[in-house]
């Protein structure tokens, strides 16, 4: 019990640690479970952990991210999907792993141990890929849907390839030796049976996650929920999710494949939401887990010594790789932006590489020496992918969206009103202003959201609006008003900060998160700040007051003197508040608002006394009251 305790600890530690900072400094979470692998090695080491262990069951975390992925495609969505399928994700599996082929042949090695070295490393990291995706919301842009698209083939052909290597052995081993030793790996039901009847049970249980998703699961989930338990709800999400996942292995299947057409038929089911809310922590944690051991299994010892053959064949690869889907996806229609993301986020090599190498050892395809040499050019590349991903982000992609362009399209010459952020501030904002015949220019990176919007006729354009160039390129010089309507708080001050200083002409109306926020923001010399949620609380506050037995007017009348009092409050003390120290360090503005508030705040609790004392004379039911209040809502 205590080494379990003591595995978890390093293992929560180091991700707590590292990943806030990489995703601090843009990389990602990804590369932050990684650094924190690499970083644990050394102590995983002398503690001699079995990393091979936690990573199979780390990769489970990849079995239930299928799953979530399924249940966001419904049938009629994947069958749209066949011909980047079969065209897209099928080529890319052939001319990679031939090309790779090729390379080899060129360098000296056998035609066979190319071809095996090919078809290990045409796989792709659906753990990272689909990971990085989410976090940046491609997953249902073009370049999303289109390596996607690959990803569900690369699973499927795992198929095929574990039947083909055995038969690129090197040795003298008999295929029954081949056979008995795989066989003793993992439990096959099919083992000793022949070609149709294997087929035809392989068949069956596709079928019966098929059947038993459409017609057994929902029954099953209502049975369960009249307990109104929710752990009990979560065990038997997660008993669905292993149950098909052991269904696939015993017959040789990819257990991701498997869950993943569980998630396709569950798609449309009513309780799809609460089997993603009780999935998503199992999936999250297990994926953390599996990148950290992915980092932690260097061995930096044949590192440095082959330093150069592994740095250089993972370069070889990751360059093969984009040069086979920039061409395939070129000839398949797919341009810009979307052909970099679906050509660089496919560019390593895959999780699934650990379990072939091991599995072409076992059966003499290759020797120890080269399949641990290749062993570290997966885990590489598998390192170098998020940096791709920060390499199309910051410089690929803002070169056919932003610069000045979306679509095509120059930014209007005629605005002078920018508006950075279309969520639901600045698009409500952006509409408000339209009613009054003003037109401004709307700026967001959220490309999935803006995709979107474009579909009900709402253009807006692509980019970072904290980045110089492209506030140049928006008209920031003519403009006169800046709405900056970000919800991430760091971008917030960083942009108001930059155009005060750079543009003192532009009134700066600013959205702030807190309290403390309107204070940095007050600091940098903006007096236009809005809090987020400052107005719909005073809103809920009228309502309870109305729910409370008060009319409409009277409610009214509270709120408005506490808004007074509050945004007085507000200006005196944004004068005292030092952005630089942290809200406990500031000394003198706690004094402040000590003394404000037992100067004030009794004369306000005075006049809404009065107030609520009027109401107790003037006899209104509270029943009736409110009442009146709701219809009125």
Partial sequence: MTDILIVAC???ISAIVAVPIATRFGLGSVLGYLIAGIIIAPLLTVLKIDLVSIQHVAEFGVVMMLFLVGLELEPKKLWSMRAQLIGLGGGQVLLTALAIMGVAVLLGYSWQLGLSIGLILTLSSTAIVLQSLAE??????????ATFSVLLTQDIAVIPILAVLPLLAMGDASSAEIAGTHAMSQINILSGLNGWQSALIVLAVILSVVVGGAYLTGPIFKFVAQARLRELFTATALFLVIGIALMMTLVGLSPALGTFIAGVVLANSPYKHELESNIEPFKGLLLGVFFITVGAGINFTLLAAQFGWIFFTTLALILVKIAVLLVLGRMLGIKGAALW???LGLAQAGEFGFVLLSFSVTNQVM????????????TLSMLISPLLFILYQKVIAPRYVVEGKSREEEFPQNSHIIIAGSGRVGG????ILKIGGYRATVIDHNYQHLEAMARIGVHYFYGDATRPDLLNSAGIEKAKLLVIALDDKEQITTLTQYVLQNYPHVHVLARAIDRHHVYQLWALGCRDIIRETYDSSLRIGRAAYEALGFNSEQAADIISKFDTYDKK????TAEAFDASLPFQDNDEYVKLVKDYMQQYAPELKESVASIINTEKQSGTSDKDTYADSTDKH
């Fill in 341 to 343: 993301l679906l050509a």
């Fill in 367 to 378: 020797e120890q020496a080269m399949a641990d040499r290749l062993l570290l050019v997966v």
């Fill in 428 to 431: 409500l904002v952006d509409r």
């Fill in 10 to 12: 390093i293992f929560l």
């Fill in 569 to 572: 409050m507000m200006r005196v």
């Fill in 136 to 145: 940046r919301s491609e997953l249902d842009t073009e370049g999303g849907k």
